[in-house]
């Protein structure tokens, strides 16, 4: 099983993108902000209803059912799938293809709070977010979406600066990808890890050399990442 939360989808034209799914804490902190703009609002809207008198009590019920139904989609499809509350939080909905998202879906998750409310304080969305790798709510598995942090997810980095050392024999090319892509996670792995990975490449390693041989395996491989980069002595970066 997979130890990070990555979401891979698959847009139409054959393109892997990978999202991150926001999780409990997150939504929660973003509906806080947007439940407190809500209330605001309404407030402003309360003080202006009381001075016009029984017709005000219309203008109030009316303003509550918007708030609590049209405010997050209104907000969703017109700021790039994400209320106020959630682009503070830096987070988005999409849908669960990585597409953006749709009017029709952004109704339908909305809708839908009234039963992730159930029984109380949304304790079924949390329930059904903490029960899935995705933290989809129910809402989000009816209408198809998937809340996302809108940072894009950068799998690998620049390859640390290492001394270009040519490998003990000629690499194939997916033995090349792989050395890159090991490199290219360096600042993502712990020390530990890093290491143990680089000791399953030792067939490619080089370890002739008084330097290479009192060098760990991973300072070898990153200069065997460098190597494949194309640089040689003297063009370290």
Not at 11 to 34: C, F, H, M, Q
Not at 36 to 50: C, D, E, P, T, W
Not at 187 to 194: A, G, I, K, S
Not at 216 to 223: D, P, W
Request: include cysteine; glycine fraction near 10%; hydrophobic fraction near 50%.
């Amino acid at each position: 099983m997979p130890l990070d939360t990555l979401y891979t989808a698959e847009t139409p034209e054959g393109i892997a993108l990978s999202l991150r799914p926001a999780g409990v804490v997150a939504r929660a902190l973003a509906y806080a902000v947007d439940f407190g703009i809500r209330l605001g609002i309404f407030f402003v809207i309360a003080m202006i209803a009381g001075a016009l008198g029984g017709m005000g009590s219309a203008v109030l019920l009316i303003s509550y059912f918007a708030l609590e139904w049209f405010y997050p989609v209104a907000f969703e499809l017109a700021l790039g799938g994400a209320t106020p509350g959630k682009r503070m939080v830096g987070i988005q909905v999409v849908m669960d293809s990585g597409l953006p998202l749709t009017p029709g879906a952004s109704v339908i998750r909305n809708l839908l709070r009234a039963a992730d409310f159930l029984p109380f304080l949304y304790a079924a969305g949390a329930a059904c977010m903490l029960l899935r790798a995705d933290f989809k709510r129910l809402g989000d598995i009816a209408a198809g979406t998937l809340v996302v942090y809108a940072e894009s997810v950068r799998l690998h980095g620049e390859v640390p600066a290492a001394d270009p050392l040519a490998p003990a024999r000629p690499l194939a090319l997916r033995e090349q990808v792989a050395i890159l892509a090991w490199a290219g996670r360096a600042t993502r792995l712990t020390p530990e890890r890093l290491e143990e990975l680089a000791h399953m490449a030792s067939p490619v390693i080089p370890n002739n050399g008084t330097r290479a041989a009192n060098s760990s395996a991973t300072s070898r491989l990153l200069g065997l990442a460098q190597w494949v980069l194309g640089r040689r002595h003297g063009q370290r970066k």
